[in-house]
């Protein structure tokens, strides 16, 4: 890959759309980039997971280990392993992972060496390969061989790497730009051919910045063709092959070269948009995604799926794929989405409908926004990679429900209907993260909790209904990463303006106010708590999730406890608060399944250790579990469907289980 090293990891994987069909207008305008996560040290090499995590290596100074830094799909640095790093210095410029999830990392330091990290060892000691100078892009064929080629050395070699490593062979070359000596030809001196330079470091009064990189990024296409990107040519070659893996593409067309040097009519497709391509990749719908980084740009080569050559030859001639290149991505999403909720602290199965706004790229400055609107329930939330281009990061979130429902009373497992009272909450939060190393960042975040109370269908006549919630909270944390693992520390001080007594009624001052009332007249309360979780791919269609959490507080009354709810500290299968605690633990498991093309199973198991006064006056356990599916539906929409059932649910007859289903339809437009 290139020479010139990023320090803003740019989020195209995780923005760009489909392209838009050239046919025979201009192309689209420019794309545009969004900075995702910011890293203290230079990266390049970049993939990715099936649940949307970004995976990148940066370039520590020697002794210190590599890290390999997983990035969330909201930004957020994760060390999940290292590479080792002896002097010059480590060059990583490579990494892909495998089908059973093992990261592979190119690495052009130690005069060319191939990493391997598993599960099991995210921290080797010693190179997976070796004997592979200047290796960069990497891929993998059906029998598990990894490619590689020969980067900035300029020779054009493309070495295939056997499954346990220790088999190094050269298949073939990318014919080099000169056949010089020095680029493994024939001729003396600078040879016959031509040098393109890069801007920088070339300028017009010296010679420096010489490109003669034609072994760049490799993958591999649906038919077992490999495709190795040009950068100097601003080109793509086609490599094919036989049954036994033996290149069949034709060699030694010019002797000047090496015998197995590629002929030029190996050239799958030249553009000038191609030029200073680096690493690619290829689509399920065989796109050629090119990261065009000596221009700053994302390129694509288009499968357009009809037949026909464009005038190559040799082998395979008469059955080359069509292709277009173009450029573009989108800032923008828009989803339709529809349905129907059905929890038993809601009277009636509760239809839902309205639209979802994504924009990653609002007004141009790099903040991801995101909203959504469905007539009585709004939610909002945004992020800003860099404040004023500082290392600070900026967050938020709001949500606001305009219907009220039910807040449900319980004494010793019972619930008392005089005592259950409606509800119309709002929350909204802002924070600020800071990256204080490479696994660690502080949080600064303040909470507004606001809740509108009101008297029940059966609320008792003294029952005086709280005043209206108006919290306030400052809250700050400590979040922290190491091998794969994210946890977190935090604690919070809130104060509600205003807040009086409430409950049964004893005695009434002049305002009608309690002053001997069940209900504490306590305004402010602390909460504090710690929490790790971890996803990890199993397979290539296999992901598991496990997330634990402790927390406790003071002054915690019947509405500034926690709560499990319907979105937000979920607890699959019991209703939205229906179990409000004061301290306890949670232990949430998931697993997924791509079971087919945008078909997905999910598994769900959770379970909690907590202390709800209305349940008694200990800790109790409550567990649940639940699956889903989403799948393709019709008119290009995707349906979801989530069960969940609570073993110590009560639901509105007093019975034990609870059953909560969500059925959704999503469009995107």
């Not at 298949?171 to 001196?189: E, W, Y």
């Not at 190996?266 to 399920?284: K, M, Q, S, Y």
Request: glycine share 14%.
């Amino acid at each position: 890959m290139r020479r010139h090293a990023f320090l803003a990891l740019l989020a195209a994987t995780a923005a760009i759309a489909a392209p838009i069909a050239a046919d025979d207008r201009p192309f689209p305008s420019p794309a545009t980039f969004t900075t995702l996560q910011v890293t203290p040290l230079a990266i390049e090499g970049l993939t990715g997971d099936e649940l949307g995590n970004l995976y990148t290596t940066g370039r520590a100074a020697p002794p210190e280990r590599c890290p390999v830094w997983q990035i969330g799909p909201n930004g957020g640095l994760i060390v999940v392993g290292t590479i080792g790093n002896a002097a010059p210095g480590c060059n990583p410029s490579g990494i892909r992972r495998d089908r059973d999830g093992n990261f592979f990392i190119a690495d052009a330091n130690q005069g060319g060496v191939i990493w391997k990290l598993r599960a099991a060892d995210m921290n080797p000691a010693a190179p997976f390969a070796t004997g592979v100078p200047g290796t960069n892009g990497l891929a993998f064929d059906r029998r598990g061989n990894v490619w590689t080629g020969d980067g900035t050395t300029g020779q054009g070699r493309v070495w295939r790497v056997s499954p346990d490593g220790k088999t190094v062979t050269e298949m073939f070359r990318i014919q080099p730009m000169r056949n010089s000596a020095a680029l493994g030809g024939t001729v003396a001196g600078d040879g016959v051919g031509r040098q393109v330079r890069s801007f920088p470091p070339g300028t017009l009064l010296n010679t420096l910045g010489g490109q003669d990189l034609v072994a760049n990024g490799v993958d591999f296409d649906r038919n077992g063709d490999l495709i190795v990107a040009d950068t100097a040519r601003g080109a793509l070659w086609r490599i094919r092959f036989d049954g036994r893996g033996n290149v069949t593409s034709r060699m030694g067309c010019d002797a000047s070269f090496t015998a197995d040097t590629l002929c030029l009519e190996n050239v799958l497709v030249a553009h000038p948009l191609l030029e200073g391509t680096d690493g690619i990749f290829i689509d399920r719908a065989g796109n050629i995604w090119n990261a065009a980084n000596e221009r700053n740009a994302i390129v694509v080569v288009r499968h357009e799926g009809h037949e026909g050559g464009e005038g190559h030859e040799g082998p395979g001639a008469g059955n080359a794929p069509a292709t277009r290149v173009i450029a573009g991505r989108a800032d923008r999403i828009r989803t339709v989405a529809f349905g129907v909720i059905v929890d038993p602290n809601i009277s009636q199965p509760l239809p839902f409908a309205g639209l979802s706004y994504v924009d990653f790229n609002l007004f141009g400055t790099g903040t991801q926004f995101n909203g959504f609107f469905g007539g009585s329930y709004a939610q909002v939330a945004f992020s800003a990679p860099s404040v004023a281009g500082s290392r600070w990061q900026l967050a938020g979130r709001a949500f606001a429900i305009a219907t009220s429902y039910n807040d449900r009373a319980f004494e010793q497992g019972r619930e008392q209907y005089e005592l259950d009272i409606r509800q119309r909450p709002a929350q909204a939060a802002v924070w600020a993260l800071r990256p204080i190393g490479a696994r660690a960042a502080v949080r600064i975040e303040y909470d507004w909790d606001f809740n509108a109370f009101g008297a029940g269908e059966q609320t008792a006549a003294g029952f005086v209904i709280p005043r209206d919630q108006n919290a306030h909270a400052l809250r700050l944390g400590l979040d922290l990463q190491r091998n794969g693992w994210q946890g977190s520390i935090w604690g919070s001080y809130a104060r509600r303006v205003g807040w009086r007594a409430w409950g049964e009624l004893s005695a009434a001052g002049a305002d009608g106010s309690c002053t001997t009332c069940a209900g504490s007249a306590q305004a402010s309360f602390t909460r504090y708590g710690a929490s790790v979780l971890r996803s990890q791919a199993i397979s290539t269609r296999v992901a598991a999730r496990i997330e634990g959490a402790v927390m406790g507080g003071h002054d915690l009354d019947r509405f500034s406890r926690y709560a499990f709810g319907t979105f937000d500290n979920r607890l699959h299968g019991y209703p939205a608060a229906l179990v409000r605690y004061d301290r306890g633990a949670v232990l949430r498991t998931a697993i997924a399944w791509t079971a087919g093309r945008a078909v997905r199973l999910d598994g769900f198991a959770d379970t909690a250790v907590v202390r709800d006064p209305g349940f008694g006056r200990g800790l109790r356990n409550y567990t649940g579990f639940g699956a889903a599916l989403e799948a393709p539906a019709p008119f290009r929409t995707l349906l979801s469907i989530e069960w969940g059932y609570g073993l110590q649910g009560v639901d509105t007859t007093g019975g034990r289980g609870t059953n909560v289903v969500r059925i959704a339809a999503y469009k995107v437009f």
